[in-house]
């Protein structure tokens, strides 16, 4: 399997990250695309492809934003990672304020999400990763990997949070849409549910999105991923949740992953993206299921089952010492 990703997604290295009240060390640093890079052997460098993929997905302003906030930090006179302590829930109408703090919090959602010197470079490069990946798949082979890092999910079209900047995968499904592929499926994976990609796809029929994560009654992020989200407008049951418990092990896992897949069957799409992360691991530092290392063959096989063209793009997982065999698991299910 062809698998994709260029070192500049190391530039990204916040120090720390709010969580539960305190700063404590950022989770997603480099060690994990190192730990993956040692698991998986060779990777090829992402193409880079432009912007105009990414435009599709996310507007101009937005990006500019996420090119420039820290440096607009900097110049501040700020140290450190950039991140925001104000956020507009209440009243909010687009109002054009240009002080680094308000920016950041009209694109964000949560304080876990810094913006450091090279977030802008490794968030380019984490979605043209994922377009490589694409190419090799429209191209013909049967299934590709994307290292991406930072992960995608989270983001939303004009907002950051959960470690996410932009999101990769639906950055991908609108290239494949505009090299003419007419449906496409994204199978969310990742402990967390995948709000961003959820949102951006909200009120879109050609676009299924199904995602199995920890119940947000009791899991960042907590406001998205409950069972009544069914999609909107031409969207209307087109969106997926399977909220699971904490503890959750194969067994209730394959029950929902079998959900999920014949929903994505009768869907019939032309494509299939998979967000994929680890932190379903049972030694996660930061997630509550139990999912064993040899569990991560038997989940990409029965994916794979659906016999879609697949690109699998890496999302989560902390537990950095198991994080490269893991996906490597994955990936041999996926074979
Ligand atoms: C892509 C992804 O998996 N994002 C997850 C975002 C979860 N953020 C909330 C939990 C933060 C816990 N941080 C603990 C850090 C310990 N060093
Ligand atoms: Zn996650």
């Not at 432009?50 to 006179?77: C, I, N, T």
């Not at 308000?102 to 949560?110: K, Q, V």
């Not at 549910?193 to 947000?216: C, E, K, M, W």
């Not at 503890?247 to 394959?254: K, P, V, Y």
Request: proline share 6%.
């Amino acid at each position: 399997m062809r698998s994709f990703w260029d070192p500049r997604q190391l530039s990204h290295s916040p120090s720390k990250e709010l969580h539960n009240g305190a700063f404590v060390p950022y989770a997603e640093h480099i060690g994990r695309p190192k730990s993956i890079l040692a698991a998986i052997g060779a990777t090829e460098a992402a193409v880079d492809h432009g912007e105009e993929p990414l435009l599709r997905v996310h507007p101009r302003d937005y990006l500019d934003f996420l090119w420039s906030a820290h440096k607009d930090w900097r110049a501040a006179g700020r140290e450190g990672d950039a991140a925001g302590y104000v956020w507009p829930v209440v009243g909010r109408r687009p109002l054009d304020l240009s002080r680094i703090d308000a920016r950041l919090g009209r694109y964000s959602y949560d304080g876990g999400t810094p913006i450091a010197a090279g977030t802008f470079e490794s968030a380019y490069w984490s979605v043209q990763s994922a377009l490589s990946g694409l190419d090799a798949v429209i191209g013909g082979d049967p299934v590709a990997f994307a290292l991406c890092r930072p992960p995608g999910h989270h983001a939303g079209a004009d907002y950051m949070g959960g470690y996410c900047y932009l999101n990769s995968a639906a950055v991908a499904a609108e290239a494949a849409i505009a090299a003419g592929k007419s449906r496409i499926a994204i199978l969310d994976i990742d402990y967390h549910h995948g709000n961003g990609t959820q949102d951006i796809f909200y009120t879109r029929g050609d676009v299924l999105f199904v995602s199995i994560h920890a119940d947000p009654k009791y899991d960042y992020p907590f406001y998205w991923g409950h069972a009544d989200e069914e999609g909107a407008g031409d969207g209307e049951g087109a969106n997926l949740n399977l909220p699971l418990p904490r503890g959750t092990a194969l067994a209730g896992f394959a029950r929902a992953l079998d959900t999920a897949l014949a929903r994505i069957a009768a869907f019939g799409p032309d494509l299939l993206i998979c967000c994929y992360g680890a932190d379903t691991f049972t030694d996660d530092p930061i997630s509550f299921f139990d999912l064993q290392t040899i569990d991560y063959p038997v989940i990409g096989r029965s994916i794979m089952s659906l016999g879609l063209p697949t690109l699998a793009v890496m999302e989560g997982g902390y537990a950095t010492d198991a994080l490269g065999g893991n996906v490597a698991a994955f990936l041999e299910g996926l074979q």
